[in-house]
């Protein structure tokens, strides 16, 4: 039962005000650039009215992750892994169907997106599993049995299709196995199926995007490899050859590696290769466009590369000052699409300027400063494993929104946690630093 305790006086602070005042911060900073955003359309008081009532029911949120033990989510971490599948089935079924994808709950007042919750749940049971392995966590044995955990949730993520949730849960994984002490030949070999599935997926898009390519027919044959069984049977035989061959290059070498990393090598690229089959089939075509407008954003300056390039405008006639709250004419007159979302950096640097845009930047180091310091003053394992999961999303989170507007990752609809518009992700993210704070509240004693 001890569990369930709130958090009681003492003579030591039950609170990181550092992290309190950065997350604080961002909330203001987020609404006050969402209301500008929106002001100028006609559904403004409609998104106002709903971000304000998110951040109410985030701040609940935060206060109930922070007030109960932390340790509650480490002895009841099943039924926490049957909530993810329950709402991630539930969606699948009852879900609402919109812009191709299946990843709401519409109710009369209210919608909510469950991966949202999901992804913080998901970082409370890997952790849960991770820290109960002990001395067996450099074992393969660990990551098989965290991956038979986890490709229901990311299958079931992918069948909405829902591919930010996946492009921000996994980074965050990595984080964490980083952390809990995996053996680093393991985590290359999951580099390297996620650079493997990457590339099949990229290639075969852009194939799909510029027909005249399969002209030639080693390209032509390539993208058969997603289509044709043939195709990818002779691959996969080409791969084991492969794999056998470099094992016989390196013994002839006297080099003489375990023949185990060679056949988990050889694994890696199939699971890659299958895997990137089964990404380019859940993918839609303004999905593809994405990937389109990563590799060359000037190609279709009014489709695809539209988004990007009106923000990155946006951005630079801000200045260093900028033009003011409500007083960006980029954002206002309509030239920036999906400016209170996806695209929120591009009105603070629109009307904030670069030092708005710094401040935003310097607030959320902040907050990942204070997620490590927590991490490290935590009494026990569980508590340092969840604050690394829950770093790695936020740093993932800013990664891929800064590194999107400046055009060095593709555009992937993922929300600026705090500062853009989204409610079930605003919930979340408080819940997520309110579970933080609930691990410094009880942190070892200085």
């Not at 260093?320 to 004419?329: D, E, H, R």
């Amino acid at each position: 039962m001890a569990a369930f305790k709130f958090v009681a006086s003492s003579g030591r602070s039950r609170l990181d005000y550092l992290l309190l005042g950065a997350m604080i911060g961002l909330v203001l900073l987020g609404a006050l650039c969402v209301m500008s955003a929106v002001n100028s359309l006609s559904l403004s008081s409609s998104v106002v009215r709903t971000h304000l009532v998110a951040l109410f029911v985030g701040g609940a949120a935060f206060f109930a992750g922070w007030s109960f033990n932390y340790q509650i989510y480490d002895e009841q971490w099943k039924a926490v892994y049957g909530f993810i599948l329950l709402l991630l089935v539930g969606v699948l079924l009852f879900g609402s169907y919109q812009r191709g994808s299946r990843s709401w709950f519409v109710f009369p007042f209210f919608s909510m997106q469950p991966s949202e919750i999901c992804r913080v749940c998901t970082i409370l049971v890997a952790a849960a599993f991770l820290d109960r392995r002990g001395r067996r966590i450099r074992d393969v044995s660990t990551l098989f049995g965290l991956s038979l955990l986890l490709v229901p949730v990311f299958g079931l993520i992918m069948m909405q299709p829902d591919f930010s949730s996946v492009v921000v849960t996994f980074p965050a994984l990595l984080v964490l196995l980083y952390c809990t002490g995996v053996n680093v030949f393991y985590l290359g070999l999951i580099g390297l199926f996620a650079g493997v599935t990457g590339f099949f997926t990229i290639t075969w898009t852009y194939i799909y995007l510029h027909p005249e390519l399969a002209d030639y027919w080693l390209i032509k044959a390539f993208y058969e490899l997603a289509h044709n069984g043939w195709y990818m049977a002779g691959f996969s035989a080409l791969v084991i050859l492969a794999g056998y061959g470099a094992w016989w290059f390196f013994k002839q070498l006297r080099i003489f590696l375990p023949s185990f990393y060679f056949v988990l090598a050889t694994v890696v690229v199939l699971a890659g290769l299958f895997g990137g089959i089964f990404v380019d089939h859940q993918m839609k075509y303004h999905q593809r466009k994405r990937i389109e407008t990563f590799l060359a954003p000037k190609s279709d300056p009014k489709g695809a590369g539209y988004n990007v390039l009106q923000a990155q405008i946006a951005m630079g006639a801000g200045g260093v000052f900028g033009k003011g709250l409500f007083s960006g004419t980029q954002s206002r007159l309509g030239f920036v699409p999906e400016r209170h979302t996806d695209f929120i950096l591009a009105v603070v640097g629109e009307e904030l300027g670069l030092w708005g845009t710094l401040s935003i930047l310097g607030l959320y180091l902040l907050m990942l400063w204070r997620i490590i310091v927590v991490a490290y003053s935590s009494s026990d394992r569980y508590g340092y494993l969840i604050c690394s999961g829950i770093f790695g999303m936020f740093f993932t989170y800013m990664l891929v929104n800064f590194g999107m507007l400046i055009g060095i990752v593709p555009v992937a609809g993922i929300p600026l946690p705090f500062i853009s518009y989204g409610g079930s992700n605003l919930v979340a993210s408080l819940l997520a630093l309110g579970v933080v704070q609930s691990v410094y509240a009880r942190r070892i004693k200085a």
